[in-house]
T-cell receptor, first 109, second 113 residues
């Protein structure tokens, strides 16, 4: 069975600072992994996906994530936070059956 | 606009009412999903349909009844709900198989009074 864990339900950064949102997966084989963003009262929007073609994946809005098999991780990063990045972020695995608990990102001016 | 449309966007219903949520996708996908998102709880998968056949029922109470008449439409029929069923209900679609992303609707905000 696969599971996805997001460390930190809330992350706060200053505008312009590095954003790091953590996601670890548990699986016997490397899964397909996705990051989604959700703005208030909206559905989830795909940021990026890992499907084994490349370990460093670039997504929309300047986000990227690196798949590290040795660490079973797929952390999301952005070099410089913007106020508009404030939202909830979800890591998901294979078949859309497994989502992490979500991380709410707050960006301070 | 993601190609997945949910109606209504907001719904208030009494515990004795019967209502239905509708989801429609125009992406040519063959898998559709219902999720429940409650405050301070993880996203919960409720039902999955692949090629119109239900393949997942995640121990959902029978007061929630899904229907998938064709690969483009998905309904969630609601009856005798409880206040704790108040949540954002999200519909999503994808190509069946697991290696492609799902596209989500904007959700229906349900309040049970």
């Amino acid at each position: 069975a696969q599971s996805v864990t997001q460390l930190g339900s809330h992350v706060s950064v200053s505008e312009g600072a590095l954003v790091l949102l953590r996601c670890n997966y548990s699986s016997s084989v490397p899964p397909y992994l996705f990051w989604y963003v959700q703005y208030p009262n909206q559905g989830l929007q795909l940021l990026l996906k890992y499907t084994s073609a490349a370990t460093l994946v670039k997504g929309i809005n300047g986000f990227e994530a690196e798949f590290k098999k040795s660490e079973t991780s797929f952390h999301l990063t952005k070099p410089s936070a913007h106020m508009s990045d404030a939202a909830e972020y979800f890591c998901a695995a294979f078949n859309m059956l497994t989502f992490g608990g979500g991380t709410r990102l707050m960006v301070k001016p | 606009e993601t190609g997945v449309t949910q109606t209504p966007r907001h719904l208030v219903m009494g515990m004795t009412n019967k209502k239905s949520l509708k989801c429609e996708q125009h992406l040519g996908h063959n898998a559709m999903y219902w999720y429940k998102q409650s405050a301070k709880k993880p996203l919960e998968l409720m039902f999955v349909y692949n090629f119109k056949e239900q393949t997942e029922n995640n121990s959902v109470p029978s007061r929630f009844s899904p229907e998938c008449p064709n690969s483009s439409h998905l309904f969630l029929h609601l009856h005798t709900l409880q206040p704790e069923d108040s949540a954002l209900y999200l519909c999503a679609s994808s190509q069946a198989g697991g290696n492609t992303e799902a596209f989500f609707g904007q959700g229906t905000r349900l309040t049970v009074v």
